[in-house]
Nanobody, 117 residues
């Protein structure tokens, strides 16, 4: 059974940092594109960052330079991280992990990130 589980969300002050983790199980995810999305109240879900097999990464303009997506060096762990620095109130959202390979796509349940003083 495939599972994608996010962790690491919470409340942080503006300018602070958080690191989200996404742990996937049930497949070998080294061939999957792993992405982080977010959805703020009243808004559509949007792509934040993606990690493509082979090493390439891509970011939404709103987070480029502040967020970093990476995979655990031990690929057997199937963990993807999202390091978020210089957080802003507009980063407040539920963050979702997505794993995609051809016709196979899996989502986690999401983790809440709130940036507020």
């Amino acid at each position: 059974q495939v599972q994608v589980v996010e962790s690491g969300g919470g409340l942080v002050q503006p300018g602070g940092s958080l690191r989200l983790s996404c742990t996937a199980s049930g497949r070998i995810f080294s061939m999957y594109t792993m992405s982080w999305y977010r959805q703020a109240p009243g808004k559509q879900r949007e792509l934040v960052a993606k990690s493509i097999p082979g090493g390439r990464t891509d970011y939404d303009d709103s987070v480029r330079g502040r967020f970093t997506i990476s995979r655990d060096r031990d690929i057997r762990k199937n963990i993807v991280y999202l390091q978020m620095n210089s957080l802003k109130p507009e980063d407040t959202a539920v963050y979702y992990c997505n794993a995609k390979f051809r016709d196979y796509e899996y989502w986690g349940q999401g983790t809440q990130v709130t940036v507020s003083s």
